[in-house]
Nanobody, 122 residues
């Protein structure tokens, strides 16, 4: 059974930065694409960023392009989301996800983490 555990969320002022981590256990995800999603209050869950199995390709939502960076360390079974220039509209619960496939786009999620809350104050 795969477990994904997110960490690094918290309260930050607008313009600040946070780095989210997602540690996987139960099996390696070195051959799988991974992604970060978020869900704000009253809104649907949306894809924030995806990364291919080897980290060679990434995909970002338009709203975070140029501000967020997704990366993957297969040796540590960990995926990261560096979030810079944060805005109040980035406030949401952020979820780590494992894809069945290998590409960064059109993730086919089969496992989810429980989420970590990011709150950006104005």
């Amino acid at each position: 059974q795969v477990q994904l555990v997110e960490s690094g969320g918290g309260l930050v002022q607008a313009g600040g930065s946070l780095r989210l981590s997602c540690a996987a256990s139960g099996r390696t995800f070195s051959m799988n694409a991974m992604g970060w999603y978020r869900q704000a209050p009253g809104k649907e869950r949306e894809l924030v960023a995806g990364i291919s199995w080897n980290g060679g390709s990434t995909n970002y939502a338009d709203s975070v392009k140029g501000r967020f960076i997704i990366s993957k360390d297969n040796a540590k079974n960990t995926v990261y989301l560096q979030m810079n220039s944060l805005k109040p509209e980035d406030t949401a619960v952020y979820y780590c996800a494992k894809s069945r496939g290998v590409v960064a786009t059109q993730l086919s999620v089969d496992y989810w983490g429980k989420g970590t809350l990011v709150t950006v104050s104005s």
